[in-house]
């Protein structure tokens, strides 16, 4: 739960998650998967001789055009998402013709509205033992991966899930504000409002301030907090 996997390689598939196994049944609630690459076979997850449960969870520039982001093989095998961001949609996943698919009407295919998406410089993510002079990762930026106010993850994860308090994001927010909680590793609330309302300066932080600017006025103050508050009783 409120969990991250970012830009996780495999040559073999599943950079980020691998379930195998018949008594392997996990459930995936609250987490992140963006930029992982599987070798192009289930970049993200992987699942064989196994079944999974996604929830809450968003799943995001992992599988380039025919690559899968979530995939099963080898029976038995079965995928269960709902109440979760799968970029492509059923095109992001691949299931052999012997697997089973529970495909829930919550499944958001739009843009999650992520802060700011990482990047790889354009030269990999990973330092490669082949150019010992140059460090491929040393221009990575990992980007910003919370909510923005647009975000159509805000408030569309599974309703029946209601975490005590003491469950957290990364952030360490709870993971249930406004009555139901995000999808995604964090949720989207007052973590920035207090170090950001004070004047259009303090809007030009690009990880923070400007995703709480909902009017666009270029100052964070409490018609903006009003205005959060409105959208997420609605």
Request: aromatic share 6%; hydrophobic share 35%; with cysteine.
């Amino acid at each position: 739960r409120s969990c991250l996997f970012l830009a996780n390689m495999s040559n073999r598939a599943g950079a980020a998650l691998v379930s195998s196994g018949a008594d392997s049944r996990p459930l995936v609630r609250g987490c992140t998967f963006i930029a992982n690459d599987g070798g192009g076979i289930g970049n993200a997850v992987y699942v064989q001789v196994s079944g999974i449960a996604i929830r809450d969870s968003i799943f995001w520039r992992n599988a380039a055009p025919g690559e899968s982001s979530i995939e099963a093989r080898f029976p038995p095998c079965h995928l269960d998402i709902d109440y979760s961001v799968v970029e492509g949609g059923l095109a992001g996943l691949y299931l052999h013709e012997s697997c089973t698919l529970d495909w829930g009407d919550h499944v958001i295919t739009a843009d999650p509205g992520l802060t700011r998406l990482p990047s790889d410089g354009g030269d990999g993510w990973h330092d490669l033992p082949r150019t010992p002079d140059v460090d491929e990762g040393g221009n990575n930026d990992y980007g910003n991966l919370r909510l923005k106010s647009t975000s159509p993850a805000i408030n569309a994860g599974d309703p029946t899930h209601a975490p005590p308090l003491e469950v957290t994001d990364l952030d360490g927010l709870p993971r249930l504000l406004f009555g139901r909680v995000d999808i995604g590793a964090y949720e989207f609330g007052p973590r920035g409002w207090s170090a950001c309302i004070g004047g259009p300066e303090a809007v030009h932080d690009p990880d923070t301030c400007h995703v709480l600017d909902v009017d666009g006025d270029a100052d964070v103050d409490l018609a903006d907090l009003a205005a959060v508050e409105a959208m997420l009783r609605n």
